[in-house]
């Protein structure tokens, strides 16, 4: 993974899904805000269903933080000179397996485990 060139399209390619999940973060700010219990305003299946899709939006806002936190590593790994090498066996990743997660840890191989 030393090629100037694949660390550079890595690089884009973890800055624009950086930029990508905190879009969706901001966008998706009022789906999290809490439910409005009041009887008189809605009824209860309404309201039990306001609280399912705020409960998805989220499960969903918590994935994105974590693939967001995932994509920051990597760029620190790639700052660092350790990107592209498996965190469990120090194998090199495919290149594939790169392209198709940049923010990925480790080899097949090692997933498996």
Avoid: N
Avoid at 31 to 47: M, N, W, Y
């Amino acid at each position: 993974m030393t090629d100037t060139l694949d660390i550079d399209y890595f690089r884009e390619l973890l800055e624009a899904r950086l930029a990508e999940l905190r879009g969706l973060i901001d966008g998706a700010r009022d789906q999290v805000k809490p439910v409005e219990l009041d009887q008189t305003s809605v009824g209860r299946l309404s309201r039990m269903d306001a609280m399912q899709v705020q409960a998805m939006a989220q499960e969903t806002e918590r994935r994105r933080h974590i693939d967001l936190q995932r994509a920051q590593s990597a760029l620190e790994r790639l700052a660092a000179g350790d990107y592209g090498f498996c965190l469990v066996c120090d194998e090199e990743i495919p290149r594939k397996r790169l392209e198709f997660d940049p923010a990925v840890t480790t080899c097949v191989d090692c997933t498996r485990v």
